[in-house]
């Protein structure tokens, strides 16, 4: 069956080669590009399109990468694709990735696209957990990837549960606390609002810039055996070859930077590193694979390369690279300032617009209230006159009987002559009468002085009804003054954005001061670098009560252990290379 199979492979292969083309898959960090090459093509051919499709010029970073049974390989840039022990179906698929990583990413990366590759494959390697990350900087870095995704935070726009389908921190750090998925977005929010004024590009340049002092930063781990036997980790970096013991990939036991290292090769199995110094003994391992020793080959090789390519003067390549990243980083400055300056007038024009608006609401408030008060003042005067003239009717009323009870009393005077009994009796009546014609009297009186109130109410309430007219025409008067289209002098001028007022001029005097700007970018960095120790160290601070202990993994409890030793990867790195070849070659031996 293996026979037939490897027949069958062996067909496919020829009829490949026989075909005139051939269709590849590649995988980039941000989508798939599709391409039909020819048979004769090399590698460096394919990889040159990639790179032009992309618009990419730092080329010496990346490589074409494919899997091979259980590993990987990358793709040799002088062999014909074909020729290669690529997959045999059809579009072979390459994953488009950073084969070697810079020592100062700021320093080093120079175009756009460059930088967001490293940063997008450095984000999915931490989140993959590839990289060991503490959780207060994978706290710091989500926030930055939140800003290079999201741009400047804004509470109206950024509300509580916008990150909840966002995939921000490795499993590792969610499970290690007691906290829920809206603490932690609540954490990620709070640093994420201190980025205000960030592009999208510095946003990735400080999550390469904090990154690249993780301790598996751009390092690949190789499973090794030194002459005793003893299973070791080879780490190759940008720095140089690392040995670790394989539970502790965070901390070497020693280290051979690149510029102690004369020559490297293999020999089947056996793998040989001669140092430059020619009386240190030379240093050997062995892996398991000759397909491994290949690939530690290549990256031994390419990364020497670079190490000695930052030490010379750059090609004229580079220098007009960079040249042309400080005059678009410069064209950007001014564009941004302009924006800024832009944004800033707009936001002015609409403060003063709001503040108008609600000036005017304000006069119509006060318009419908003395409207109110002024219907009141009507009402009431409408309801005193009522009044008045009910008192008045009743006064007139009470007044014609106590003339008809007058007119009484004078007819029983001249009928009470005609008998003593009837006198007397009469006399009783008229005392009554008297009596109650005095108390219709007093009571007609009563009503006459409140006919004469009422009256005075009513001129009292027609006056109140006169002031409020007025001072209602006083307020319609104001808010035709304040409205835009009755008075054009009290109203702020339209503000014009037109493209001839906001031109482009790009003159020496804003390199000028961008170059000032870079200078005191540079005398601050120290203190940039001592507020993030301080943010990652609040950071820390506000979550450990929160940890769960015995979810801690090796690498969890290596990296307190380290920090609370004081020892970080540069450091560490410094304190092995001063020993000496000699040394460090039987160390290793011995371990």
């Known amino acids: 069956m293996a026979s037939a199979l490897a027949a069958k492979m062996g067909f496919n292969s020829l009829m490949r080669k026989q075909a005139k083309t051939f269709n590849v898959r590649i995988s980039t960090m941000e989508s798939d590009l599709e391409f039909s090459c020819e048979v004769k093509w090399k590698g460096k051919d394919l990889f040159d399109l990639v790179c032009r499709t992309l618009g990419l010029r730092e080329t010496w970073f990346f490589g074409l990468r494919y899997n091979i049974k259980d590993t990987v390989a990358w793709l040799k840039m002088d062999k014909k694709v074909l ?35 490293f940063f997008l494959q450095v984000k999915k390697k931490i989140l ?53 998925p809206e603490m932690w977005e609540e954490r990620i929010t709070a640093c994420y609002a201190e980025h205000r004024g960030r592009t999208r590009d510095e946003a990735e340049m400080e999550y390469l810039k904090i990154a690249q002092d993780l301790d598996m930063y751009g390092v690949n ?45 293999y020999s089947d199995k056996e793998f040989t590193i001669k140092p430059l110094d020619k009386k240190a003994n030379v240093f050997k391992f062995n892996s398991s694979r000759l397909r491994v020793n290949k690939l530690i080959l290549q990256l031994c090789i390419g990364n020497h390369d670079l190490f000695m390519r930052r ?19 410069a064209r950007k400055q001014v564009e941004r300032q302009r924006l800024q300056r832009e944004k800033q007038l707009r936001e002015e024009a609409e403060r003063a617009r709001d503040e108008l608006e609600r000036r005017l609401i304000q006069l119509q408030d006060e318009a419908d209230m003395a409207n109110e008060a002024l219907l009141r003042s009507e009402q009431t005067a409408d309801l005193l006159a009522e009044k008045a003239q009910i008192a008045e009717e009743e006064a007139k009323l009470l007044a014609q009987k106590a003339a008809e009870a007058e007119t009484e009393m004078q007819r029983i005077k001249v009928t009470a002559i005609r008998g003593q009994e ?11 009468a008297k009596m109650v014609a005095l108390k ?49 002098d009290s109203m702020p001028q339209d503000v014009s954005f037109s493209r001839e007022n906001l031109s482009f001029d790009f003159k020496d005097t ?28 609040e950071l820390k ?49 011995e371990l």
């Open 541 to 589: 601070t506000e979550i450990e009560s929160l940890k769960l202990k015995e979810r801690e993994t090796p690498l969890d409890i290596i990296h307190n252990q380290n920090t609370e030793q004081g020892t970080s990867k540069h450091s560490n790195f410094k304190k092995l290379t001063l020993q000496s070849t000699k040394s460090r070659v039987a160390f290793f031996e």
């Open 311 to 329: 030490r010379r003067v750059d090609s004229l390549e580079v220098q007009q690279m960079k040249a042309q990243a400080r005059e678009e980083r």
């Open 440 to 488: 219709m009297a007093e009571e007609s009186e009563r009503r006459a002085k409140e006919a004469e109130q009422l009256k005075q109410d009513l001129l009292e309430a027609r006056e109140s009804e006169r002031r409020a007219k007025n001072k209602l025409l006083e307020i319609t008067s104001k808010a035709v003054y304040m409205s835009p289209g009755l008075a054009p």
């Open 422 to 432: 009837e006198r007397r009796l009469m006399e009783q009546k008229m005392l009554e």
């Open 510 to 537: 804003d390199m000028k001061r961008l170059s000032m700007e870079i200078e005191k970018e540079k005398v601050e960095y120290m203190e940039k670098s001592k507020h993030l120790q301080e943010q990652l160290n």
């Open 83 to 117: 020729d290669q022990e690529v997959p045999k179906e059809e579009p072979i698929t390459f994953h488009f990735l950073a084969k070697f990583y810079p020592e100062n990413a700021e320093e080093e990366l120079v175009q756009d696209i460059t930088q967001h590759l």
């Open 221 to 265: 781990y190789f499973l090794i055996r030194n002459k005793k036997g003893t299973d070791l980790l080879l780490g190759v970096d940008a720095l140089g070859l690392h040995i670790y013991e394989p539970d502790n990939k965070l901390t070497p036991k020693c280290s051979f930077p690149w510029n102690e290292i004369r020559n490297i090769s």
């Open 128 to 180: 993959e957990e590839e990289i060991h990350c503490p959780p207060e900087a994978s706290v710091l870095l989500a926030s930055y990837a939140v800003h290079a995704e999201y741009g400047d935070y804004d509470p109206a726009v950024h509300k509580p549960g916008f990150l909840a389908e966002e995939e921000l921190l490795p499993k590792r750090v969610i499970n290690l606390y007691q906290m829920t």
